[in-house]
């Protein structure tokens, strides 16, 4: 009978530390600093199709109808924490310490752009519903596109992973819906809308580990640009629990994007990004 009642005993601890709930919420909090590396490489093939007098006009501007492009990103970021104010609002300051491309097409070297946020500093705060917002971009090279850059790009990096407000288990899931706009240069930026499904896999002392995949398709039916965009890929995320704060994103995404060109042609490219994305806080 003991032993009966001492198994019982066991089976119900581990079916309780099992269920255990908990409600996840990025924090940023006073006088801390983030330091953010994210390293993105990628690996794709380009193919452009069309008539024999469009395909002779590239290979007289030295370009063939086939190339394999590699590119590496790598970017740090800094972000320090004040003291919490009498709003409930915690102000920080971010600096772009480091930002790096190389690549190569063909084999050959593509040319090696500066950091264009060399010496910004982008002054915010995080205020008491939970959001970041940015107050003003100054030092290095601010001007308004930029500005306006940096600001689009806080607000899609925000709205990458919201976790929701009630409590998950490990085994729950929930979904997320994030709009992004990717510039195409002079032409319309294409739009498109990631869907992730997130699976809480585990919870292991101060970590938890979301299992992700990842659905990419274009915004909206309404394409006046003739062009088409798919990819799916796994990814996982790390997030602490002592920290409240996801201190890790890993992503595998291929992609495939079909666009019609000028003079009858189309573009076909092929990518695979594999992406992450690491945050110390010190």
Do not use: C, W
């Amino acid at each position: 009978m003991s032993k009966l009642l001492t198994t019982l005993f066991l089976f119900v601890l581990t079916v309780s530390f099992g269920q255990e709930k908990l409600v996840f919420k990025n924090e940023f909090k006073e006088n801390k600093t983030y330091i953010t590396t994210s390293v993105n490489n990628m690996e794709g093939t380009i193919e452009i199709m069309g008539s024999e007098e469009s395909m002779e006009y590239l290979r007289n501007a030295g370009m063939d109808g086939e190339m394999k492009m590699v590119q590496q990103t790598e970017a740090v970021m800094s972000m320090t924490t004040g003291s919490k104010n009498n709003d409930g609002d915690v102000p920080l300051e971010m600096v772009y310490e480091k930002m790096t491309s190389n690549g190569t097409m063909n084999g050959t070297a593509l040319p090696v752009t500066p950091n264009p946020f060399s010496d910004l500093k982008i002054a915010g705060k995080y205020n008491a519903e939970g959001k970041m917002v940015v107050d003003s971009i100054y030092g290095g090279a601010a001007n308004e596109q930029l500005e306006n850059a940096l600001m689009g790009t806080f607000e899609q990096l925000q709205s990458k992973i919201m976790f929701p407000e009630h409590e998950l288990a490990v085994g729950d899931t929930f979904e997320n819906e994030v709009p992004i706009s990717i510039p195409m240069g002079n032409m319309k930026p294409m739009e498109i809308l990631v869907k992730s499904e997130h699976t809480l896999a585990s919870i292991d002392g101060n970590l938890a580990v979301f299992d992700v995949f990842s659905n990419i398709r274009l915004k909206s039916d309404d394409n006046t640009m003739q062009m088409s965009a798919e990819g799916e890929g796994p990814g996982k995320i790390t997030f602490n629990l002592k920290d409240k704060y996801m201190v890790k994103y890993e992503a595998q995404v291929p992609m495939k994007l079909t666009m019609n060109l000028d003079m009858g042609m189309q573009m076909k490219m092929l990518m695979n990004t594999k992406s992450m994305v690491t945050t110390k806080i010190e």
